[in-house]
């Protein structure tokens, strides 16, 4: 039977899991950060150095300050600004996390049609969730593998507390689910494809005749 169900409910303990050790990747992150620059700018600013002195008439002392200047302030505008984006993407999953809720999108369905792929956008489903209602799932988390496209699955999506989505997952709940056909890039390409989780009424049978509608 073809559902399509929309609820929410806490997150489980391996949500909490996962996300907290993408909190935690994200600060072993910045000590690699630390250490890669520190191998890397003394070497490339070296090879600079030696360069100009062997090829400058400037005396040593000036040409050792500009270069370590040089060094000094480009290795700390990337090590600040890589700080700040990690903090930023700490903050958000932290935030995420303390406000505890999953917004889940319950899909059951035995009908669907898959479309090519264009220019890297990511694999494109279209599910027949109900009797007159198709549901649209694109992105490059969606590719094909063991277990989906599924006859039942759930899209768990974690808000932050201002509405960004820090998280999504797809729980596989049946069976691998094949399309019943494949809709070529050249036609999809002349198709109004709906966005992401969007929901256009009709049947599969008549997709393309729908999305030339729209």
Known sequence: MAVFEEYQRPLTAAEHRSIQLKISALEKGWKSSVRRCLL?????????????ICTSDAPWPMV????????????????????????????????????????????????LVEFEEIDD???????????????????????????????????????DSRG?????????????LKASRQVSAEVKRRLRMPEHLARVRGRLQDLEQILIRQ
């Open 121 to 159: 956008e990511g694999a494109c489903y279209a599910f027949q969730v109900s009797d007159n209602e198709i549901l649209f799932i694109e992105g490059q988390e969606f590719y094909s593998s063991a277990k989906f496209p599924n006859t039942n699955f759930e899209i768990v999506r974690i808000f």
């Open 40 to 52: 890397v700018y003394p070497i490339l600013f070296g090879a600079l150095w030696a360069l100009t």
């Open 164 to 176: 960004s989505l820090a998280e999504e997952f797809i729980r596989k709940i049946g069976i691998k």
């Open 64 to 111: 050792t300050a500009f270069w370590l200047g040089v060094g000094i302030l480009m290795a700390t505008w990337t090590l600040v600004g890589e700080k700040l984006r990690r903090r930023q993407s700490g903050a958000w999953l932290a935030d995420a996390l303390s406000r505890n809720l999953a917004d889940v999108i319950r899909v059951s369905s035995e009908e």
